[in-house]
Protein backbone atom coordinates (compact mmCIF):
# COMPACT_ATOMS: atom_id res chain seq x y z
CA UNK A 1 0.00 0.00 0.00
CA UNK A 2 0.92 3.22 -1.05
CA UNK A 3 1.97 5.83 1.89
CA UNK A 4 -0.01 8.78 -0.51
CA UNK A 5 -3.49 6.43 0.77
CA UNK A 6 -3.78 8.70 3.37
CA UNK A 7 -2.65 12.08 1.53
CA UNK A 8 -6.22 14.59 1.18
CA UNK A 9 -8.21 14.33 -1.46
CA UNK A 10 -7.45 17.75 -3.70
CA UNK A 11 -10.84 17.17 -5.40
CA UNK A 12 -12.66 17.81 -2.30
CA UNK A 13 -10.76 20.81 -1.79
CA UNK A 14 -11.47 21.89 -5.19
CA UNK A 15 -15.70 21.02 -4.68
CA UNK A 16 -15.54 23.23 -1.42
CA UNK A 17 -13.61 26.15 -3.18
CA UNK A 18 -16.18 26.18 -5.87
CA UNK A 19 -19.16 25.68 -3.12
CA UNK A 20 -17.79 28.75 -1.37
CA UNK A 21 -17.39 30.79 -4.85
CA UNK A 22 -20.77 30.66 -5.29
CA UNK A 23 -21.42 32.43 -2.12
CA UNK A 24 -19.76 35.59 -3.91
CA UNK A 25 -22.39 35.66 -6.23
CA UNK A 26 -24.85 36.37 -3.23
CA UNK A 27 -22.11 38.63 -1.66
CA UNK A 28 -21.45 40.73 -4.59
CA UNK A 29 -25.53 40.66 -5.44
CA UNK A 30 -25.97 42.00 -2.00
CA UNK A 31 -23.71 44.56 -2.31
CA UNK A 32 -24.78 45.84 -5.90
CA UNK A 33 -23.84 49.19 -7.27
CA UNK A 34 -24.02 52.13 -5.13
CA UNK A 35 -21.33 55.44 -4.87
CA UNK A 36 -21.20 55.22 -0.76
CA UNK A 37 -18.62 53.22 0.73
CA UNK A 38 -21.06 52.70 4.16
CA UNK A 39 -23.69 51.22 1.98
CA UNK A 40 -20.88 48.20 0.97
CA UNK A 41 -20.05 47.76 4.84
CA UNK A 42 -23.68 48.15 5.77
CA UNK A 43 -24.68 45.57 2.88
CA UNK A 44 -21.75 42.85 4.31
CA UNK A 45 -23.00 43.21 7.47
CA UNK A 46 -26.68 42.61 6.75
CA UNK A 47 -25.98 39.82 4.61
CA UNK A 48 -24.09 37.60 6.83
CA UNK A 49 -27.74 37.81 9.04
CA UNK A 50 -29.67 36.72 6.44
CA UNK A 51 -31.68 33.07 6.84
CA UNK A 52 -31.09 32.53 3.42
CA UNK A 53 -26.89 32.97 3.50
CA UNK A 54 -27.08 31.19 6.97
CA UNK A 55 -28.87 28.18 5.28
CA UNK A 56 -26.28 28.11 2.12
CA UNK A 57 -23.25 28.67 4.78
CA UNK A 58 -24.78 25.21 6.87
CA UNK A 59 -24.77 23.47 3.26
CA UNK A 60 -22.06 23.99 2.10
CA UNK A 61 -20.41 23.30 5.31
CA UNK A 62 -22.04 19.88 5.42
CA UNK A 63 -21.09 18.86 1.99
CA UNK A 64 -17.30 19.27 2.86
CA UNK A 65 -17.51 17.41 5.98
CA UNK A 66 -19.71 14.40 4.65
CA UNK A 67 -16.89 14.52 1.89
CA UNK A 68 -14.02 15.02 3.77
CA UNK A 69 -15.88 11.82 6.38
CA UNK A 70 -16.77 9.34 3.35
CA UNK A 71 -13.60 9.35 1.34
CA UNK A 72 -11.23 9.02 4.41
CA UNK A 73 -13.84 6.06 5.46
CA UNK A 74 -13.00 4.17 2.10
CA UNK A 75 -9.51 4.87 3.20
CA UNK A 76 -9.59 3.25 6.40
CA UNK A 77 -11.82 0.26 4.38
CA UNK A 78 -8.67 -0.38 2.24
CA UNK A 79 -6.09 -0.33 5.47
CA UNK A 80 -8.25 -2.86 7.27
CA UNK A 81 -7.53 -5.42 4.18
CA UNK A 82 -4.07 -5.86 4.05
CA UNK A 83 -3.86 -4.90 7.83
CA UNK A 84 -3.67 -8.24 10.38
CA UNK A 85 -6.46 -6.03 12.33
CA UNK A 86 -8.90 -6.28 9.74
CA UNK A 87 -11.82 -7.87 10.64
CA UNK A 88 -11.62 -5.61 13.92
CA UNK A 89 -10.80 -2.07 11.90
CA UNK A 90 -13.60 -3.28 9.36
CA UNK A 91 -15.73 -3.75 11.54
CA UNK A 92 -15.48 -0.55 14.06
CA UNK A 93 -15.28 1.38 11.31
CA UNK A 94 -18.64 0.15 10.42
CA UNK A 95 -20.43 0.87 13.58
CA UNK A 96 -17.82 4.51 13.90
CA UNK A 97 -21.07 6.58 13.29
CA UNK A 98 -22.17 5.45 16.70
CA UNK A 99 -18.90 6.15 18.08
CA UNK A 100 -19.24 9.58 20.55
CA UNK A 101 -15.52 10.40 19.71
CA UNK A 102 -16.03 10.22 15.80
CA UNK A 103 -19.95 11.54 16.19
CA UNK A 104 -18.35 14.74 17.75
CA UNK A 105 -15.70 15.45 15.68
CA UNK A 106 -18.31 15.34 12.59
CA UNK A 107 -20.31 17.56 14.81
CA UNK A 108 -17.42 19.95 15.48
CA UNK A 109 -16.16 20.58 12.35
CA UNK A 110 -19.67 21.02 10.71
CA UNK A 111 -19.95 24.19 13.20
CA UNK A 112 -17.07 25.49 13.12
CA UNK A 113 -16.98 25.59 9.26
CA UNK A 114 -20.23 26.89 9.00
CA UNK A 115 -19.55 29.61 11.29
CA UNK A 116 -16.50 30.46 9.49
CA UNK A 117 -18.50 30.50 6.43
CA UNK A 118 -21.24 32.74 7.93
CA UNK A 119 -18.58 34.97 9.24
CA UNK A 120 -17.62 35.57 5.61
CA UNK A 121 -19.45 38.79 4.57
CA UNK A 122 -18.11 40.40 8.17
CA UNK A 123 -14.48 39.46 7.13
CA UNK A 124 -14.62 41.36 3.94
CA UNK A 125 -16.06 43.96 5.60
CA UNK A 126 -13.00 44.15 7.99
CA UNK A 127 -11.00 44.20 5.17
CA UNK A 128 -13.05 46.96 2.98
CA UNK A 129 -12.96 49.44 6.11
CA UNK A 130 -8.83 49.05 6.24
CA UNK A 131 -9.39 49.47 2.03
CA UNK A 132 -11.58 52.49 2.68
CA UNK A 133 -9.67 54.24 5.09
CA UNK A 134 -6.47 53.99 3.08
CA UNK A 135 -8.35 55.32 0.08
CA UNK A 136 -9.59 57.71 1.68
CA UNK A 137 -6.39 59.15 3.11
CA UNK A 138 -5.02 58.53 -0.59
CA UNK A 139 -7.49 61.80 -0.98
CA UNK A 140 -10.12 59.56 -3.18
CA UNK A 141 -13.65 61.03 -3.15
CA UNK A 142 -16.23 58.47 -1.73
CA UNK A 143 -17.48 57.60 -5.40
CA UNK A 144 -14.02 56.91 -6.67
CA UNK A 145 -13.63 54.92 -2.97
CA UNK A 146 -16.73 53.09 -3.88
CA UNK A 147 -16.02 51.82 -6.94
CA UNK A 148 -12.32 51.07 -6.06
CA UNK A 149 -13.79 48.95 -3.31
CA UNK A 150 -16.28 47.16 -5.65
CA UNK A 151 -13.73 46.13 -7.71
CA UNK A 152 -11.47 44.64 -5.00
CA UNK A 153 -14.64 42.75 -3.37
CA UNK A 154 -13.82 39.67 -5.75
CA UNK A 155 -10.23 39.63 -5.23
CA UNK A 156 -10.64 39.82 -1.21
CA UNK A 157 -13.16 36.90 -1.36
CA UNK A 158 -11.32 34.80 -3.59
CA UNK A 159 -8.13 35.40 -1.41
CA UNK A 160 -10.42 34.43 1.89
CA UNK A 161 -11.84 31.20 0.24
CA UNK A 162 -8.61 30.00 -0.98
CA UNK A 163 -7.55 30.04 2.29
CA UNK A 164 -10.44 28.89 3.93
CA UNK A 165 -10.62 25.69 1.68
CA UNK A 166 -7.62 24.31 1.94
CA UNK A 167 -6.79 24.99 5.49
CA UNK A 168 -10.68 24.05 6.53
CA UNK A 169 -10.48 20.45 4.44
CA UNK A 170 -7.04 19.31 5.81
CA UNK A 171 -8.38 20.65 9.55
CA UNK A 172 -11.27 18.67 9.20
CA UNK A 173 -9.56 15.19 7.53
CA UNK A 174 -7.10 15.80 10.66
CA UNK A 175 -10.09 15.46 12.95
CA UNK A 176 -11.43 12.73 11.64
CA UNK A 177 -7.87 10.87 11.40
CA UNK A 178 -7.72 11.68 14.95
CA UNK A 179 -10.93 10.64 15.97
CA UNK A 180 -11.04 7.10 13.97
CA UNK A 181 -7.72 6.13 14.98
CA UNK A 182 -7.95 6.31 18.88
CA UNK A 183 -11.25 4.68 18.36
CA UNK A 184 -9.22 1.95 17.14
CA UNK A 185 -6.67 2.74 19.86
CA UNK A 186 -4.08 3.52 17.07
CA UNK A 187 -1.80 6.11 19.20
CA UNK A 188 0.37 7.28 16.56
CA UNK A 189 0.68 8.54 13.32
CA UNK A 190 3.37 9.22 10.47
CA UNK A 191 3.17 12.81 9.78
CA UNK A 192 3.76 12.97 5.81
CA UNK A 193 4.24 16.39 3.91
CA UNK A 194 3.01 16.52 0.52
CA UNK A 195 7.29 16.74 -0.13
CA UNK A 196 7.62 19.01 -2.92
CA UNK A 197 9.30 22.64 -3.22
CA UNK A 198 6.45 24.44 -1.37
CA UNK A 199 6.60 22.71 1.71
CA UNK A 200 7.70 25.02 4.82
CA UNK A 201 11.26 24.45 6.41
CA UNK A 202 9.30 23.83 9.91
CA UNK A 203 7.23 21.31 8.25
CA UNK A 204 9.99 19.40 6.03
CA UNK A 205 11.86 19.00 9.93
CA UNK A 206 8.45 16.57 11.04
CA UNK A 207 8.52 14.36 7.58
CA UNK A 208 8.44 10.77 8.56
CA UNK A 209 8.26 11.00 12.69
CA UNK A 210 6.19 9.32 14.68
CA UNK A 211 3.75 11.29 16.41
CA UNK A 212 1.30 10.69 19.30
CA UNK A 213 -2.11 12.02 19.22
CA UNK A 214 -1.82 13.47 22.69
CA UNK A 215 1.35 15.29 22.23
CA UNK A 216 1.34 17.40 19.25
CA UNK A 217 4.54 18.85 18.16
CA UNK A 218 5.32 22.97 17.61
CA UNK A 219 7.22 22.15 14.10
CA UNK A 220 8.48 25.73 14.15
CA UNK A 221 10.09 25.51 17.78
CA UNK A 222 11.56 22.78 16.48
CA UNK A 223 13.18 24.56 13.35
CA UNK A 224 14.39 27.73 15.51
CA UNK A 225 11.49 29.70 13.80
CA UNK A 226 8.90 31.64 15.05
CA UNK A 227 6.17 29.17 16.65
CA UNK A 228 2.34 29.01 15.93
CA UNK A 229 1.45 26.69 19.06
CA UNK A 230 1.39 22.91 18.83
CA UNK A 231 -0.50 21.29 16.03
CA UNK A 232 -0.90 18.19 14.39
CA UNK A 233 -0.21 17.54 10.73
CA UNK A 234 -2.50 19.20 8.17
CA UNK A 235 -3.75 20.90 11.78
CA UNK A 236 -2.72 24.79 10.59
CA UNK A 237 -3.56 27.27 8.51
CA UNK A 238 -2.69 26.61 4.42
CA UNK A 239 -1.07 23.08 5.54
CA UNK A 240 -0.62 20.11 3.15
CA UNK A 241 0.26 17.94 5.71
CA UNK A 242 -1.38 14.86 6.80
CA UNK A 243 -1.39 12.05 9.24
CA UNK A 244 -0.85 8.43 8.34
CA UNK A 245 -2.25 6.14 11.13
CA UNK A 246 0.39 3.66 12.46
CA UNK A 247 -1.32 -0.27 12.87
CA UNK A 248 1.66 -2.42 12.63
CA UNK A 249 5.09 -1.90 13.80
CA UNK A 250 6.28 -4.93 11.66
CA UNK A 251 5.85 -2.64 8.51
CA UNK A 252 7.70 0.76 9.72
CA UNK A 253 11.90 1.04 9.24
CA UNK A 254 14.08 0.87 12.32
CA UNK A 255 15.49 2.79 13.36
CA UNK A 256 12.82 5.75 12.91
CA UNK A 257 12.51 8.70 14.24
CA UNK A 258 10.06 9.66 17.20
CA UNK A 259 8.64 13.36 18.34
CA UNK A 260 8.32 12.96 22.25
CA UNK A 261 8.95 15.62 25.16
CA UNK A 262 9.36 18.24 22.94
CA UNK A 263 11.78 16.82 20.63
CA UNK A 264 12.69 14.58 17.60
CA UNK A 265 14.77 11.58 18.14
CA UNK A 266 15.72 8.35 16.64
CA UNK A 267 14.67 5.35 18.51
CA UNK A 268 15.08 1.67 17.65
CA UNK A 269 12.10 -1.01 17.65
CA UNK A 270 12.85 -1.93 21.52
CA UNK A 271 13.36 1.39 21.91
CA UNK A 272 10.46 2.43 20.88
CA UNK A 273 8.28 -0.55 22.07
CA UNK A 274 9.71 0.28 25.83
CA UNK A 275 9.82 4.00 26.21
CA UNK A 276 5.95 3.64 25.16
CA UNK A 277 5.19 0.89 26.98
CA UNK A 278 4.13 -0.69 23.27
CA UNK A 279 3.37 -4.43 23.29
CA UNK A 280 5.57 -6.65 20.77
CA UNK A 281 3.66 -7.17 17.24
CA UNK A 282 0.97 -4.47 17.91
CA UNK A 283 0.28 -1.07 17.38
CA UNK A 284 1.07 0.62 13.86
CA UNK A 285 0.76 0.71 10.18
CA UNK A 286 3.58 2.34 8.47
CA UNK A 287 4.58 2.12 4.56
CA UNK A 288 7.83 3.65 3.68
CA UNK A 289 7.52 2.80 -0.04
CA UNK A 290 5.77 4.99 -2.13
Known sequence: MKYDLWEPKRRIENSYKR???????????AVGQTDNPSIILQRLKLLAQTPQY?????AAALKMVTQVFTDAGRTWRQAALVNSKG??????????????GISYAIRQKFAENAQLIKS????????????????????????????????????????????????EV??????????RSQSLGLDWYIWRTSRDARVRRSHDTMDM????WSEPPSPESLAGEKPYGNYHAGDTFNCRCYA???????????????YTDGQIVTMTRAQFETGNKV??????????TS
Open 209 to 212: VLVN
Open 244 to 258: QPVVNLDRVTWPAKV
Open 120 to 167: LPLGLADDATQQIADLTLQGLRPKAVAEAMLQKLPVLSESRIQLIART
Open 170 to 179: SKTNTALTQA
Open 19 to 29: ELLLLTRQIFE
Open 54 to 58: QKFAE
Open 279 to 288: APHTGAWIET
Open 87 to 100: REMYQAIMAELKNP
